[in-house]
């Protein structure tokens, strides 16, 4: 067993609303700068900056995590992680028919590159990234349980898109053991007894890694990455 410092909740410059600092090589490099080992790129509705943020945390030594932030037909922010690439990039292509077809504006919400390795632009989502999708809280949590990812409630210490502010509590369904929370003193009170992930939502690099959080993992603390992502999962769903 060993702590781990951890982050499963980050935004990329894909996410329209990150700054365009937020390039998979910065992140995965403040990364290493803070100390931080285990880090989860989370841009909403897409994993499209996946494979470069992978690339970018092989070359500093940290462990990298796939996933999206998914914003449900209730407006409901829900954090989805996957245990490899090609699950978090399968869980992207099929979210694609539940995306509202909206023509992101740049000059009013941002710019949406697709980077890949060296944040190399390679390309640019044309669709407004954080709209809802048309998939509801529960047809959203099973299909990515059905894919073999991790889903559970983002933030629900915020009122803007977190669960508690809209549904008011926890729903008999989806059941959810897991919970996230961006101030560590809101735990307690508000995850009814769940586990809970304490992660920055990060949208600039000054909010990333300013304060660090820990896990235990049943893995050595000089384990692989991939050693340390299976460590991560069993954690996340015991």
């Not at 092989?58 to 490899?84: D, K, N, P, R």
């Not at 292509?93 to 390679?122: C, H, T, W």
């Amino acid at each position: 067993m060993a702590l781990f410092t951890y982050d499963l909740h980050v935004h990329s410059c894909l996410s329209p609303c990150g700054d365009d600092e937020m390039t998979p090589c910065n992140i995965a490099g403040m990364a290493y700068l803070a100390g931080v080992k285990i880090v989860a790129l989370t841009d909403h509705n897409s994993c499209k900056n996946c494979p470069a943020f992978f690339t970018a945390c092989a070359e500093y030594g940290v462990t990298a995590v796939a996933g999206m932030e998914l914003t449900t037909s209730e407006e409901i922010h829900m954090v989805c992680l996957f245990g490899g690439l090609e699950q978090a990039l399968a869980f992207d292509e099929a979210l694609q028919p539940y995306r509202m077809k909206l023509k992101n504006r740049v000059e009013i919400f941002g710019s949406q590159p697709i980077m890949a390795a060296e944040d190399e632009i390679v390309g640019e989502d044309p669709y407004f990234l954080p709209a809802a999708t048309t998939l509801s809280l529960s047809e959203a949590a099973a299909m990515v349980r059905s894919m073999g990812g991790v889903a559970y409630p983002a933030h629900i210490d915020r009122e803007s898109n977190g669960m508690l502010a809209i549904l008011g509590a926890f729903p008999e369904e989806p059941e959810f053991t897991l919970c996230e929370v961006r101030d560590k003193p809101n735990a307690e009170k508000l995850s009814g007894g769940r586990r809970v992930v304490v992660s920055s939502d990060a949208h600039r690099l000054t909010d990333f890694a300013v304060t660090l959080n820990h896990m235990e993992l049943d893995c050595p603390d000089d384990a692989e990455p991939d050693e340390v992502r299976s460590a991560l999962f069993r954690y996340l769903t015991k």
